[in-house]
């Protein structure tokens, strides 16, 4: 089965620059990587995610990055400001078609970022 | 739309004790699941559905039991709760047809003593 591993575990950071967190996984068949962003006490929320056509994808100051070829993908936040400190969790499947493939979940990387 | 929702929020059980998390969703997804968070290993799956009447394991099922007699509807049934389960629980669901885009539940924080 799919297997995720997230580094670091944590990170601390100078408020304005960047954060990248990088993910590998072991299953060339999975197809789509999200990231979820997790505030203390609060539920996962879907920030960005990429698909396996697509080497790179931007929404503002979050894009991530996908290499097929070595299995791992990256998430990186630049210009980084105290509201993005949160743990992010990378996550890996495969759909195909009308199929749902259960999420497998990177185990977090906590971000602080000091202003 | 309410999204996903979760109840109770909070529960304290002493070990033993039997209790069901109820989780429900208004959008009409057919895929549904159940997730622990444990401190340090992220999201771990318990169950999943795809559909009323269809139910399967996850990576870590043992303790757990679900049933989907709707599609809004996927309760989690702890049958002898025991310390190892103090987690916190969370639920979610997606559409099959836009697989992908998962939506969580706000989370039930369960501690056996």
């Known amino acids: 089965g799919e297997n995720v591993e997230q580094h670091p575990s944590t990170l601390s950071v100078q408020e304005g620059d960047s954060a990248v967190i990088k993910c590998t996984y072991s299953?060339?068949?999975?197809?789509?990587f999200p990231w979820y962003k997790q505030e203390l006490g609060k539920r996962p929320q879907l920030i960005i995610d990429i698909r396996s056509n697509v080497g790179e994808k931007k929404d503002q100051r979050i894009a991530v990055t996908l290499n097929k070829t070595a299995k791992h993908f990256s998430l990186h936040i630049t210009e980084t400001q105290p509201e993005d400190s949160a743990v992010y969790f990378c996550a890996a499947t495969r759909n195909y078609g009308g199929s749902q493939g259960n999420l497998i979940f990177g185990k977090g990387t906590k971000l602080s970022v000091k202003p | 739309n309410a999204g996903v929702t979760q109840t109770p929020k909070f529960q304290v059980l002493k070990t033993g004790q039997s209790m069901t998390l109820q989780c429900a969703q208004d959008m009409n997804h057919e895929y549904m699941s159940w997730y622990r968070q444990d401190p340090g290993m992220g999201l771990r799956l318990i169950h999943y559905s795809v559909g009323a009447g269809i139910t399967d394991q996850g990576e870590v099922p043992n303790g757990y039991n679900v049933s989907r007699s709707t599609t809004e509807d996927f309760p989690l049934r702890l049958l002898s709760a025991a310390p190892s389960q103090t987690s916190v629980y969370f639920c979610?669901?997606?559409?099959?047809?836009?697989?992908?885009?998962?939506?969580f539940g706000p989370g039930t924080r369960l501690l056996v003593l």
């Open positions: 299953d060339s068949a999975s197809n789509y």
């Open positions: 979610a669901s997606s559409d099959l047809g836009i697989p992908e885009t998962q939506y």
